[in-house]
């Protein structure tokens, strides 16, 4: 079964620096989004992407964030300028259309130190 | 608001023993409902999905869950508990306004006694 994968498994990044999550989503899907789990709390919403763009971003995707599918495969997450708050799990979804599933990466531990 | 919520932050339960988990949304429409389960260090995998239709949903690894309307909520539930169960369990609704996402609920945390 296809798969949604994310690299690096776990990120230790120094406070202050940028760091780029990747996704590879599902190759025939056309929505693609970035969730966050801060450890111990719930799964949250960050932004959803479709036709090259930004749908919907929650008050959490500030400027600090950045999402872009620079080619046909890719999609990624730019966190500019970490804060320690930043540590997070963040995983990457997609699906085909509105009434199929998300499906869910293993996720990017990212610790800000 | 949409919202979803999960009563229970954590369970334990004997293996062999049946088990039910509570899941309450707050939606306007008639929502899709679904089931995730975590199990520690790994992703968000799908244990079932409520669209339309048949309100009592089977899912992978024994699950079922049922939509009741009228009490707003989407138990999972299963008849006999085994040790790989143990996980965190996440309720989610899709939300059709703005764009399609998912509103989590935050989980429920589910330990397995030998």
């Known amino acids: 079964e296809p798969e949604v994968t994310q690299t690096p498994s776990h990120q230790v990044t120094q406070m202050g620096q940028e760091v780029i999550l990747r996704c590879v989503p599902i190759s025939n899907h056309l929505y693609f989004y970035w969730y966050r789990q801060i450890l111990g709390q719930k799964v949250e919403f960050l932004v959803s992407f479709y036709n090259n763009e930004i749908s919907e971003k929650s008050e959490i995707f500030d400027d600090q964030f950045s999402v872009e599918r620079p080619d046909g495969s890719n999609f990624t997450l730019k966190i500019r300028s970490t804060k320690l708050e930043d540590s997070a799990m963040y995983f990457c979804?997609?699906?085909?259309?509105?009434?199929?599933?998300?499906?869910f990466g293993n996720g990017t531990r990212l610790t800000v130190t | 608001a949409q919202s979803v919520t999960q009563p229970d932050i954590h369970i334990t339960v004997s293996e062999g023993a049946s088990l039910e988990l509570r899941c309450n949304y707050s939606?306007?429409?008639?929502?899709?409902l679904f089931w995730y389960v975590q199990s520690p260090g790994q992703g968000l995998q799908l244990l079932l999905k409520y669209f339309s239709g048949d309100t009592l949903v089977q899912g992978i690894k024994g699950f079922e869950a049922e939509f009741k309307r009228s009490q707003s909520s989407f138990n999972l539930r299963k008849p006999s508990v085994h040790w790989s169960d143990a996980a965190e369990y996440f309720c989610?609704?899709?939300?059709?306004?703005?764009?399609?996402?998912?509103?989590f609920g935050t989980g429920t945390r589910l330990k397995v006694l030998a």
């Open positions: 939606y306007g429409a008639t929502p899709y």
């Open positions: 979804a997609s699906t085909d259309d509105m009434d199929s599933p998300l499906h």
């Open positions: 989610a609704v899709g939300a059709t306004s703005g764009t399609y996402k998912y509103i």
